[in-house]
């Protein structure tokens, strides 16, 4: 299997639960020692620590944070720990991969970080403690890239390909640098960079997850010259040049027009042969019973697919 992903902490992912060989327990003592390590007040703490004042996040800067101080000065601590224990690339991915998860389960977010809640999350009170990510001990020797994709994949040959690309928002007054993964994840990436960068903004952003700089055509909801979606013109050369037999997609309607523009992809490049509609309200997959099914009118504006297509052969 290989994977890839631009992102630094997808990268770190895949490394945790592709890459690593050993069986979970061979974790146990390096995230007993990281549970054990004294926090203190170090760089996280001064940008993104925050201490409850009657249930609200307000700071001496004026800004809202993402987590409670007691969180933070614990991060600091076992991200320095993290670098100076003498740790394999593979066991650092999942160290980093465990505190992330760990992170995640105690912040004061609507699950981004583009900007925090005004009141402390329930959830942000807990003292987050690590334990073992979910691992396999993996018996076949993965590939795990980090690149943009349409350069990784000049290197590999796959019988079949899953793309889970950023869903372009067709909502032309939201900011493009709020769909961005860049920006949505930028802490994650400070936290396994550990980089300390120059931030901007209210949410203490990263400078290159700024709009000029994050921009990737997946997340990019304008139209080009000749009137076509860049976010779709993008899938379109993803299918066009992945040398793969079978190609999996998942989509969601960014809107009708964008639908059909995609649904001529799809036959373009190949022969769609399965639909699926994802509910997550209710949790259900229902297959399509014919190809075109999926463009009909719904009163759901955010429908997710997936789509299956054979591709003809690269010649
Ligand atoms: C919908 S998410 C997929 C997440 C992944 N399937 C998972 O479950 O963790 C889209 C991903 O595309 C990545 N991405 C955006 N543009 C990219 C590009 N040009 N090349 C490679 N990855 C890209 C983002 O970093 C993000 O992680």
């Given at each position: 299997m290989t994977s890839n992903d631009i992102s630094e902490w997808s990268y770190q992912f895949g490394l945790c639960y592709l890459k690593n060989t050993q069986k979970?327990?061979?974790y146990q003592e390096l995230i007993d020692h990281l549970n054990a390590v004294q926090g203190y007040d170090g760089w996280f703490t001064e940008n993104y620590g925050g201490l409850d004042c009657d249930g609200e996040s307000k700071q001496a800067d004026g800004l809202k944070k993402p987590w409670q101080i007691h969180n933070t000065r614990k991060l600091d601590g076992v991200r320095d720990e993290i670098d100076a224990l003498a740790l394999s690339e593979i066991e650092k991915a999942v160290a980093l991969t465990r505190l992330l998860l760990a992170m995640d389960k105690v912040?004061?977010?609507?699950?981004?970080?583009?900007s925090y809640l005004r009141e402390w999350s329930s959830r942000s009170y807990k003292t987050r403690q690590l334990e073992i990510p979910l691992l396999f001990a993996n018996s076949t020797n993965n590939t795990v890239l980090k690149g943009d994709i349409f350069t990784s994949m000049q290197s590999v040959a796959v019988d079949f390909a899953y793309f889970d690309p950023p869903y372009g928002s067709?909502?032309?007054?939201?900011?493009?640098s709020r769909v961005r993964y860049a920006s949505y994840y930028h802490l994650w990436a400070t936290i396994c960079k550990h980089d300390k960068p120059a931030l901007f903004g209210a949410a203490g952003?990263?400078?290159?997850?700024s709009d000029k700089l994050a921009a990737t055509a997946f997340e990019d909801f304008r139209q080009n010259d000749a009137g076509h979606f860049i976010a779709v013109e993008a899938i379109e050369q993803l299918i066009a040049s992945v040398n793969a037999n079978y190609v999996a997609l998942s989509y969601s309607s960014g809107g009708k027009a964008t639908a059909l523009e995609l649904n001529d992809i799809l036959n373009r490049h190949g022969t769609l042969i399965k639909t699926i509609e994802l509910d997550y309200k209710k949790n259900v997959m229902a297959e399509m019973?014919?190809?075109?099914?999926?463009l009909r009118e719904s009163d759901e504006p955010n429908r997710e697919f997936i789509f299956l297509i054979r591709k003809e052969p690269i010649l």
């Open positions: 979970p327990s061979y912040d004061s977010t609507l699950g981004h970080f583009t067709n909502n032309e007054k939201m900011p493009p952003r990263r400078e290159e997850s019973k014919w190809t075109n099914e999926w």
